[in-house]
């Protein structure tokens, strides 16, 4: 099983992911590690090689959608993990994963993501606290392992496929440039190509970090992200977000068009901040 993630910034998350994954049942043959916009930094594990590639957009918006092609292109083996930097994995993780692909592999397997709160931040990965501690996401809450997720919630936080399914999906489209849609977009390629998505009792725990609510840091890269989907598929993604941006006067938005009226002020982004 090889582990594929991206880092922008987060080393001390990311290194948690290492110390997760060296608690594995099953260690990984290999986690890939993509650095995007960042100076290059090197990590070590005395349990499975790690892969090392580095990726630059050339401007302030994260390459996502290249960096995971890129994390494919570069993994020595054909069973994919794709693990959020933010996510530690439990111990069996990767060995329900790896039963799932034995079986039946045509299939996006989409594993549990249990978020962690603020007070255990600074906590090493204490499998027993995370566990106890752990809450699902709202639009997840008692899924069953097996049953089918719906095209439109799929997300990348925590999920396996073989190479040839990615391929057959199409891969990422890199035309999606900085936050928002990339993994939206994915999932429903996959319904497009018969790819059906099952989710399976993989668990992850998503370390606490700060984010923006309304997410204004990327305002222009959503609002890009978002017409490049409504011209692919017909309607937008992200309504919710967008709403609270036409709300505050940012945008104005139609069931056809978006339009940027204003950029938050870096006062407005700060208060965001939660």
Not at 134 to 152: I, K, Q
Not at 168 to 188: H, K, M, P, S, V
């Amino acid at each position: 099983m090889n582990v594929l993630t991206l880092v922008h910034g987060r080393r001390g998350h990311l290194l948690n992911m290492i110390r997760g994954l060296e608690q594995s049942t099953v260690p990984p043959a290999a986690l890939v590690i993509v650095q995007m916009n960042e100076t290059p930094f090197r990590w070590e594990s005395s349990r499975f090689p790690i892969v090392h590639c580095a990726l630059d957009s050339g401007d302030d918006k994260l390459p996502l959608a290249a960096a995971r092609n890129a994390a494919v292109d570069n993994a020595p083996g054909d069973d994919l993990v794709f693990l959020d930097v933010d996510c530690v994995p439990a111990p069996d993780l990767l060995a329900a994963y790896r039963d799932k692909l034995a079986l039946s592999k045509n299939v996006l397997y989409q594993g549990e993501v249990l978020y962690l709160p603020s007070a255990l931040e600074n906590t090493e990965t204490a499998m027993d606290l995370f566990a106890q501690y752990g809450a699902p996401h709202p639009l997840h809450v008692g899924r069953c392992s097996g049953e089918t997720v719906p095209h439109a919630l799929f997300w990348s936080l925590n999920f396996a496929c073989q190479r040839e399914t990615f391929e057959q999906i199409g891969r990422f489209d890199t035309q999606y440039r900085g936050y928002g849609a990339e993994d939206t977009d994915f999932g429903f390629r996959a319904a497009e190509t018969g790819v059906p998505i099952e989710f399976i009792q993989a668990r992850a725990f998503h370390q606490f970090h700060p984010s923006f609510d309304p997410p204004l840091n990327h305002l222009t890269s959503i609002v890009a992200n978002a017409r490049l989907f409504r011209a692919r598929w017909g309607f937008w993604p992200m309504d919710g977000w967008l709403t609270q941006f036409a709300n505050a006067g940012y945008i104005e938005m139609d069931d056809e068009a978006i339009v940027l009226r204003r950029m938050p002020t870096r006062i407005e982004i700060a208060a965001a901040l939660r």
